[in-house]
């Protein structure tokens, strides 16, 4: 099993930065992909950006130029980097795991974005 916990989201202004964390309860490393999701009320979930144990990254057209994926293998984590938020971006972002064929999720965390 896999454990994720994610961390740093909050109440930004629009056009503000917000550096979302998740971290896994094992080696990163071992995880064959890594992806951030949000759902928005009222809305399905959606992906948002996923990254590949080899570093191939894939962004949901809307993100793309403003969100950027990373992971950091020596620390098990999963990073979401977001700059020139909108209000469409607020939502709760999830963090997933697909490791040994099952997909694990962590409890999520809130974006808001308002003036």
């Known amino acids: 099993q896999v454990q994720l916990v994610e961390s740093g989201g909050g109440l930004v202004q629009p056009g503000g930065s917000l550096r979302l964390s998740c971290a896994a309860s094992?080696?990163?490393?071992?995880?064959?992909?890594m992806g951030w999701y949000r759902q928005a009320p009222g809305k399905q979930r959606e992906m948002v950006a996923i990254?590949?144990?080899?570093?191939?990254?894939n962004y949901t057209d809307s993100v793309k130029g403003r969100f950027t994926i990373s992971r950091d293998n020596a620390k098990n984590t999963v990073d979401l980097q977001m700059n020139s938020l909108k209000p469409e971006d607020t939502a709760v972002y999830y963090c997933n795991a697909l490791y040994q064929q099952f997909l694990y999720w962590g409890q999520g965390t809130q974006v808001t974005v308002s003036s």
């Open positions: 094992k080696t990163i490393f071992s995880i064959v992909a």
């Open positions: 990254i590949l144990s080899g570093g191939t990254t």
